[in-house]
């Protein structure tokens, strides 16, 4: 208890215990809590842009996960090509080593279906002319045939080296028969 003169003077009587009392607040104290209140205050729409920067950030980190997973396919589709034309350039190879072996077997010369086709090709046999046989020998062909005389066999071989490019081709057998004969051609590749 504080006396002093009646004017002026507090009394502070408090019978209560100090544990039931109301808090002594300082100014200073009044003035930090109510700095931390507008703190708090002021974070909360920091806290919303935080969360919204976390959710884009979960959608930029999934949409990076699925360009990984595209870029694996990608990957692998690039290496299933890569080996595709690895495949491609061995078959590429091989059939050039296949050509070239068949144009050492023949020579140098044309394939043969051209050269059948050159064989039996239209306008080179005479009328009433036709082709029985076509044997292979050491330098070309041997074809056997019937005409109508020894002329349509020489005609037909002289056609054979003009028109249809064959070096050299001629008759070297011909035998008379009942309707015409029949005749053999040596024919060059």
Known sequence: ??????????VDVNLLPVSVRPPQVSGLALGIAGLLALLLLASVPLAFRMESAR??????????????????????????ARGLRVETEAAEAQTA????????????SRPLHEDLFWLY?????PAGSRITAVTSTETGFRVD???????DGIAYAEKLSTT???PAARMTAYTPGERGGVFTVEVVR
């Open 121 to 125: 090709g239209y306008g080179f046999l």
């Open 97 to 108: 080593a296949l050509e070239a072996e068949r144009a050492f077997l023949q020579g140098g």
């Open 1 to 10: 208890m504080k006396s002093q003169s009646a004017e002026g003077v507090i």
């Open 164 to 166: 249809g490019a064959f």
């Open 55 to 80: 959710v884009q950030a979960d959608e930029m980190e999934a949409l990076a996960q699925g360009a990984e997973v595209e870029m694996g396919g990608l990957e692998a589709e690039l290496a299933a």
């Open 145 to 151: 045939g019937t005409a109508g005389g020894a002329l």
